[in-house]
T-cell receptor
Framework: NAGVTQTPKFRVLKTGQSMTLLCAQDMNHEYMYWYRQDPGMGLRLIHY???????AKGEVPDGYNVSRLKKQNFLLGLESAAPSQTSVYFC???????????FGQGTRLTVV | GDSVTQMEGPVTLSEEAFLTINCTYT??????LFWYVQYPGEGLQLLLKATKADDKGSNKGFEATYRKETTSFHLEKGSVQVSDSAVYFCALSDNTGFQKLVFGTGTRLLVSP
């Protein structure tokens, strides 16, 4: 049982390049989340989804876009990467109200 | 909006000492409350949770009680071990249709032998 899988695990981008981070879960969870983790800032919510075809903005959505075309996948896109987007990105999913969130192993992104 | 405030770290303790990490929250309605733990190089994993007022979550010797009157969910452990060294995150989830999951900034715990 894979749980939540994030790809890639590491990436270096040049300023202005674009990329997509993929999050896949095999637990049939409705809710999925993208966070970024920065030193001293904890986890900040970028975007989230409460079901297939739905997305919503979190605390720090600027510079990111997301899509949830299939229930099991939640994609995070950076259209034009900036050094301020250097961070560790975590995806999480959970079943519903009060349920445990399961996290991926993270993607370490460096923008130079 | 909903938010979580937890004590800054690092918290440095000797093995077998008592641990308290404070967490308070701001939320409308009746959120569910969680403590997550992150070991170096890993994602977060659930430590314990409480879904309504006065509930006590417990796991691996850690405990936290959902106190609605003080909007708090403090994490405690009677006797810490070196293996408990990690970063601990308090979190809340609103129980409306939005289902946002909001985290505090994390508290690093360092336990020495």
């Amino acid at each position: 049982n894979a749980g939540v899988t994030q790809t890639p695990k590491f990436r270096v981008l040049k300023t202005g390049q674009s990329m997509t981070l993929l999050c896949a879960q095999d637990m049939n969870h409705e809710y999925m989340y993208w966070y970024r983790q920065d030193p001293g800032m904890g986890l900040r919510l970028i975007h989230y989804s409460v079901g297939e075809g739905t997305t919503a903005k979190g605390e720090v959505p600027d510079g990111y876009n997301v899509s949830r075309l299939k229930k099991q996948n939640f994609l995070l896109g950076l259209e034009s990467a900036a050094p301020s987007q250097t961070s560790v990105y975590f995806c999480a999913s959970r079943r519903g109200t009060g349920g445990e969130a399961f996290f991926g192993q993270g993607t370490r992104l460096t923008v130079v | 909006g909903d938010s979580v405030t937890q004590m800054e770290g690092p918290v440095t303790l000797s093995e077998e000492a008592f641990l308290t990490i404070n967490c308070t929250y701001t939320a409308t309605g009746y959120p569910s409350l969680f403590w997550y733990v992150q070991y170096p190089g890993e994602g977060l994993q659930l430590l314990l949770k409480a879904t309504k007022a006065d509930d006590k979550g417990s796991n691996k010797g850690f405990e936290a009680t959902y106190r609605k009157e003080t909007t708090s969910f403090h994490l405690e452990k009677g006797s810490v071990q070196v293996s408990d060294s990690a970063v601990y995150f308090c979190a809340l989830s609103d129980n409306t249709g939005f289902q946002k999951l909001v985290f505090g900034t994390g508290t690093r715990l360092l336990v020495s032998p």
